[in-house]
């Protein structure tokens, strides 16, 4: 009998430790599983803002996938997804190969939503991946030398786009590494203006009010100007155009406004909900028995009326209760429904401070910093044990530990 063929689309969060999940669940034997990601690297999403201003080495948010998986267990290809033919059951790749399979799982994350604001797609910086946030250094580093020739002050200004967690994960990034990458450069820091805008009367505005006030007492605290109540309209490479006929000089426009699942999904023949693929219960492609999603491309209702929202810890719950799924399906057994546990929300402003909640007890200040790093180890134990964390922080090979 030929083995069965289990194909993982996406080296996410949710991606990579299902495939880590299967390498415990399988027999020898049992199944072929392939992991297709378009790059040979699994970032931190969650960190993503660190490399946006330089904070982190490159090493603690990029590590090779190879590394990470077991090449006895998974076989890896690095290859972009172009489109899955759910009737032939294969998946094509940008060069051509197609890979065929038994059992899917689609896990490509998220795509970021510009509301189609006009000049926003092609001028505003996204925090999407490594990659783009990568772009985002390099645009700090090339206004600083471009500042030096012009001395025009919209190189120096630095737009953050959305007071969500990822805005305010943002701003506080600047407000950390901007002053090292002014000395560097030599840039006088006092001429560094980073504004935040939001379209909601605060920022953080689904938070408690004291989370809030603290947020925003942080964020003053650190010469950061905060526009609330006010939408972004427009952005060119020179300027950001507001509500109320205000206008920003600025080269960086750093856009944090929202996500929303991957679309390159759409054109699949798959059932597609609020721009994502549905799931049920097992967390199976709603009307199918051997293709999963899970993640931010998929739509998880955890009510009548409401879905599961785009975060690390929802796609994190989903991969192993997905893995334990795909080999009950291959082994004839029933499947276990997905259960959502919510362990609580925390967001970084800058390495000092971050603002938090878990359960009914709001966190803040430097307690909630340190446990957003105990939440960043702790998944990087989960997926590569004690040597990964050690080589994260202090760049020594796997091998050496
Ligand atoms: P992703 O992590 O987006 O992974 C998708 C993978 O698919 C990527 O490796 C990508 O390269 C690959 N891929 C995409 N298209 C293709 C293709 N065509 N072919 C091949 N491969 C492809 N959530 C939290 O719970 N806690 C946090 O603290 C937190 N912080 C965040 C901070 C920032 C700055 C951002 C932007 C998000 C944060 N989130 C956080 C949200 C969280 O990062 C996402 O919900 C999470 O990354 C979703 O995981 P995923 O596996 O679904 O997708
Ligand atoms: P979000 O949707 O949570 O926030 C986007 C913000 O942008 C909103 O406050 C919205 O009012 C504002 N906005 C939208 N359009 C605007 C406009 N035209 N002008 C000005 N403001 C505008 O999105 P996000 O912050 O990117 O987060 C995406 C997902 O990732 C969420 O699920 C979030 O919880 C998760 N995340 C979690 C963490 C964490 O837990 N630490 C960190 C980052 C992101």
Known sequence: MTKPKIVILGAGYGGIITSKSLEKLLKSGEA???????????????????????????????????????????????????????????????GGETVTYD???????FEVETFGIPGVKENAFKIR???????????????????KQDY???????????????????????????????????????????????????????????????TQEVLEKRNIEVITATKILECTPEKVLLENNLEIPTRTLIWSCGVKGNTIVHKWGLPIEKGKIPVDSYLRVKNSKNIFSIGDCSLFMKD????????????????????????????????????????????????????????????????????KQVIEARYLFNLGGPSLIIKQHFGVSREQV
């Open 32 to 94: 072929d599983v392939t992991l297709i990601n378009k790059h040979d690297y699994h970032y931190l999403t969650t960190q993503l803002h660190k490399t946006g201003v330089g904070t982190a080495a490159d090493r603690q948010i990029a590590m090779s996938i190879p590394e990470l998986i077991n090449p006895a267990k998974t076989r890896f290809l690095k290859a972009a997804v172009s489109s899955v033919d759910i009737h032939s059951q294969g998946v094509h790749l940008e």
């Open 103 to 109: 059992y899917l799982l689609i896990a490509l994350g």
């Open 129 to 147: 991946s490594f990659r783009s946030t990568k772009i985002i250094y390099h645009q700090i580093v090339k206004q600083f030398n471009l500042y």
């Open 152 to 214: 025009d002050p919209s190189r120096l200004t630095f737009v953050v786009a959305g007071g969500g967690f990822t805005g305010i994960e943002m701003l506080g990034e600047l407000a950390d590494g901007l002053p090292k990458l002014c000395k560097e450069h030599d840039i006088p820091f006092e001429k560094i203006r980073i504004i935040g805008i939001e379209a909601a009367p605060s920022v953080i505005p689904f938070f408690p009010k004291q989370s809030i006030e603290y």
């Open 304 to 371: 009548e009326k409401n879905a599961l929202p785009p975060t690390a810890q929802v796609a994190l719950q989903q991969a192993p209760v997905c893995a334990k799924n795909i080999v009950a399906s291959i082994r004839g057994e029933s499947l276990k429904t997905f259960e959502y546990h919510h362990k609580g929300s925390v967001a970084s402003i800058g390495l000092m401070a971050a603002v938090g909640k878990v359960g009914n007890f709001r966190l803040s200040g430097m307690f909630g910093a340190f446990m």
